[in-house]
């Protein structure tokens, strides 16, 4: 199933006004911030199904030819998705490719980089070669690893134990969603510049929204300050950075193996030595081994975390939704 953002509802069995732009998007979060900003002066239309792993997802026919109808691809990046850095790299004719990872203001972080290591924001992650706006049709040959930028081969980001090098889960951190939609309302006015002011203004309506969102997750969060937690998957990492929480571990590193005795040994004995109280299942993965972590510990089974937005209903409030989800689950495990 490919969810959409609707025309007005007298527009839903019309074909697309020749004037409308069609936005294809790889994951939720990249659907609703583009949502948030186009209005209603064309459709977005998301890529990953519901309930898949959004970093080893893979196209059906039928999304491929929506995506090589596109004009605008809002994704992630090779990073994220590279899944959809193939599909890319086949496109023809005027389809603009725009990674958020790859605007120049986010705030990006390394793997195992120090909590607070980049509140100066002043980290230069060698995207100045690679604008927002690059063009499917220019002849790049869509060089989507960018694995030049940080000095170390895709297969480290997502293989086994081997987690280094940029983390791609840049949304978890609300500055970046806020920075992102500036970035969305630039592009689509080089599309439509006739409608320029108001993506503007809808881009500055979404950045209010996440100042209150912001604040919001900050006062959930008030009760886990304290705590010391434990997730199935290292993509946590903007978060606690941002709202200054405790992470005692990932059960997994990486997302192509599953972890091995070795690994949970030394996470058990992390789980112990910082006193963690809660450990949380996610979405897309088993959660048989952290039933199997938390045996004869005394941590607490929390809620499962759906870091990617897989599992809610796609558009403009999804981002919302996922970062309240994501504090709640963490403050509620805390107070027990």
Request: aromatic share 4%.
């Amino acid at each position: 199933m490919r969810y959409s953002i609707a025309l007005a509802a007298a527009m839903l069995a019309s074909p697309l006004a020749a004037h409308d732009i069609r936005v294809v998007t790889d994951i939720p979060v990249a659907h609703s911030l583009a949502a948030m900003v186009l209005g209603d002066h064309g459709t977005v239309d998301l890529m990953l199904e519901r309930g898949a792993n959004a970093h080893s997802y893979q196209l059906r026919p039928s999304q491929a030819q929506a995506l090589a109808q596109a004009d605008i691809v809002v994704w992630m990046g090779e990073r994220m998705t590279p899944w959809m850095g193939r599909a890319i790299s086949g496109l023809s004719g005027d389809t603009h490719a725009m990674a958020l990872l790859q605007v120049e203001s986010a705030l990006l972080r390394e793997f195992g980089q120090a909590k607070d290591a980049h509140d100066g924001h002043e980290h230069d992650h060698s995207h100045d070669d690679h604008s927002h706006d690059d063009h499917a049709h220019e002849g790049h040959g869509h060089d989507h690893d960018h694995a030049h930028d940080h000095g170390h081969s895709h297969d480290d980001d997502h293989a086994g134990h081997a987690h280094s090098g940029l983390d791609p889960h840049a949304w978890l951190d609300t500055r970046n969603a806020a920075i992102w939609v500036d970035a969305i309302a630039a592009e689509l006015s080089e599309h439509m510049p006739d409608h320029a002011a108001e993506f503007a203004a809808n881009a500055e309506a979404a950045k209010a929204q996440i100042t209150a969102l912001t604040a919001e997750i900050d006062t959930i969060l008030a009760p886990a300050r304290d705590m010391a937690f434990v997730t199935f998957h290292d993509a946590y990492g903007y978060l606690v950075n941002q709202f200054d929480l405790t992470q005692a571990g990932a059960i997994a590193l990486g997302d192509a193996a599953s972890p091995g005795a070795q690994r949970l040994a030394e996470l058990r004995a992390d789980m112990q030595a910082d006193a963690a109280v809660c450990i949380f299942p996610e979405a897309a993965h088993d959660p048989a081994l952290v039933t199997t972590m938390i045996e004869g510990t005394g941590v607490r089974l929390g809620a499962t975390l759906d870091p990617a937005g897989s599992l809610l209903d796609p558009g403009a409030d999804l981002y919302g939704t996922l970062m309240r989800n994501i504090a709640q689950a963490i403050a509620d495990c805390a107070q027990g």
